[in-house]
Structure formats: C-alpha cells, structure tokens
C-alpha cells in the first residue's frame, strides 16, 4: 500500500470515529435547535476554558432565557421534574482556571456553577512542569 492511500486510509477512519463518537454523544436537543424533552435539563460540563468563548456559551444561555441553577436548585428541579429554562454548569478538578479564567466571566453574566475540588490533588505539592494546576485552599474558600 502507498504512503499516500495509508495516510487516506487512516484519516478516514478517524473521521469515522468522531462522526461515530458525536453520534453516541447525549446533546441537549436545544444545541441543535430542537426543545428540550420534558424534564430535561442540560448540563454542561467544564475543565478549562477560554473566556471569550465561555462568554459566548453564556451569552447563548442568556439569550435564550437559560438561567444557570445552584446544585441544590438543579436536584430540586429533578425531583420534581420542573425548571424547564434551567442549565446545571459544572467544573471538574478546582484547576486554577476556574479561578482566573471562569469565576470573572460567571460574575460578568451573574451566572451560576458548581465546583468539584479532588481535595486529594489540591493537597499534594504541584508537580515542577506545572506548579499552579490546582487552585489553593485559600482560592476555593
């Protein structure tokens, strides 16, 4: 086989697997213009972000009459099946950009998030390639 119809070969099995990948992938109806099924409620997961384009996620939000829950608000609403305008949004691992990067931008669009912190991590010594991965005790405070 060439080197040409391998490479071929090998970038249409990756285009393959995301288009199958996207196809497995649980998306809100509202991202594709479609509404929300009843008693659905998107949530929206984050690790890091950049905060032009997490602006534009809550501007959309806002526009279309999303607000953004508490996670108290978010388990309430599931119990009782409403709260259809509601998105839970959600950070993973306390990393030092939901401080910096994430909480301005939240404050900016008086918006709402819930915070996971691996208090395992944030208690270890930073590792010397990436010495403010995690926020610190006084940050998540």
Same mark, same amino acid.
């Given at each position: 086989?060439?080197?040409?119809?391998?490479?071929?070969?090998?970038?249409?099995?990756?285009?393959?697997? @995301?288009?199958?990948?996207?196809?497995?992938?649980? *998306?809100?109806?509202?991202?594709?213009?479609l509404?929300?099924?009843?008693?659905?409620?998107?949530?929206?997961? *984050?690790?890091?972000v950049? %905060?032009?384009?997490?602006?534009?996620?809550?501007?959309?939000?806002?526009?279309?009459? *999303?607000?953004?829950?508490?996670?108290?608000?978010?388990?309430?609403?599931?119990?009782?099946?409403?709260?259809?305008?509601?998105?839970?949004?959600?950070?993973?691992?306390?990393?030092?950009?939901?401080?910096?990067?994430?909480? %301005?931008?939240?404050?900016?669009f008086?918006?709402?998030?819930?915070?996971?912190?691996?208090?395992?991590?944030?208690?270890?010594? %930073?590792?010397?390639?990436? %010495?403010?991965?995690?926020? @610190?005790?006084?940050?998540?405070?």
């Open positions: 086989m060439s080197s040409q119809v391998e490479l071929a070969f090998t970038r249409a099995r990756r285009v393959a697997r @995301s288009v199958l990948g996207a196809l497995r992938t649980h *998306y809100p109806g509202f991202v594709v213009g509404p929300l099924a009843r008693g659905e409620i998107p949530v929206f997961v *984050y690790h890091h950049d %905060p032009a384009q997490f602006a534009g996620d809550l501007e959309f939000l806002r526009r279309n009459r *999303y607000r953004t829950l508490s996670l108290a608000e978010f388990a309430t609403a599931l119990e009782r099946g409403s709260d259809a305008r509601g998105v839970l949004l959600t950070f993973d691992d306390a990393r030092l950009n939901f401080h910096e990067t994430a909480m %301005p931008v939240l404050k900016e008086n918006a709402r998030a819930t915070l996971f912190a691996p208090t395992h991590w944030m208690s270890a010594p %930073p590792a010397p390639a990436d %010495p403010a991965r995690f926020m @610190s005790w006084e940050q998540l405070r």
